[in-house]
T-cell receptor, first 111, second 111 residues
Framework: GQNIDQPTEMTATEGAIVQINCTYQ??????LFWYQQHAGEAPTFLSY????GLEEKGRFSSFLSRSKGYSYLLLKELQMKDSASYLC????????????FGSGTRLLVRP | KAGVTQTPRYLIKTRGQQVTLSCSPI?????VSWYQQTPGQGLQFLFE???????NKGNFPGRFSGRQFSNSRSEMNVSTLELGDSALYLC??????????FGQGTRLTVV
């Protein structure tokens, strides 16, 4: 079966660091994606990992361990505008572009 | 360059009716995929089109269908609407094997 788990909600303080975890069990794997979605808006791409290790992009970093079926998104120097849902998604195997999404983690950044 | 455009943004329909949603991908993108987003189920894959061919289909009833035109624009159709079809329908386009870009979505309400 296909299963992607991430925490439902997290709260953090402005200026702090927060780590959002994602574990997956899927029949195929062709990359892991993190998207940010503000309420009422479209998901926007944050990061992509296909090989094990850490990918850093400004205040955002994402880590992948394929053997453990595990990823995390690290957000540094949190800002109020980072309050949003963060979606973990695995791309299914094969040539077609199919993303399997977790339920998302709602992050609330407090002053 | 213009992003993914979905029309209409909002739609109210009555049970039993049918609806057609439209998606114009980013210029040059040939892959278009559709997702349904509801509070309870999160983002779920409907289908993906590439060069006018459906490459993959999710676990939705046959009332959900789609097509893609030679200019890569895509439409999805839902027939015999049910209350449970109320959702945000998102379209995403991609060029390569990396990120998919999402449109703003069409919010469908079935009454």
């Amino acid at each position: 079966g296909q299963n992607i788990d991430q925490p439902t909600e997290m709260t953090a303080t402005e200026g702090a660091i927060v780590q959002i975890n994602c574990t997956y069990q899927t029949s195929g794997f062709n990359g892991l994606f993190w998207y940010q979605q503000h309420a009422g808006e479209a998901p926007t791409f944050l990061s992509y990992n296909v090989l094990d290790g850490l990918e850093e992009k400004g205040r955002f970093s994402s880590f992948l361990s394929r053997s453990k079926g595990y990823s995390y998104l690290l957000l540094k120097e949190l800002q109020m505008k980072d309050s949003a849902s963060y979606l973990c998604a695995v791309r299914d195997h094969g040539s077609s572009y199919k993303l399997i999404f977790g339920s998302g983690t709602r992050l609330l950044v407090r002053p | 360059k213009a992003g993914v455009t979905q029309t209409p943004r909002y739609l109210i329909k009555t049970r039993g009716q049918q609806v057609t949603l439209s998606c114009s991908p980013i210029s040059g993108h040939r892959s278009v995929s559709w997702y349904q987003q509801t509070p309870g189920q999160g983002l779920q894959f409907l289908f993906e089109y590439f060069s006018e061919t459906q490459r993959n289909k999710g676990n939705f009833p046959g009332r959900f269908s789609g097509r893609q035109f030679s200019n890569s624009r895509s439409e999805m159709n839902v027939s015999t609407l049910e209350l449970g079809d109320s959702a945000l329908y998102l379209c995403a386009s991609s060029f390569s094997n990396t990120e998919a870009f999402f449109g703003q979505g069409t919010r469908l309400t079935v009454v």
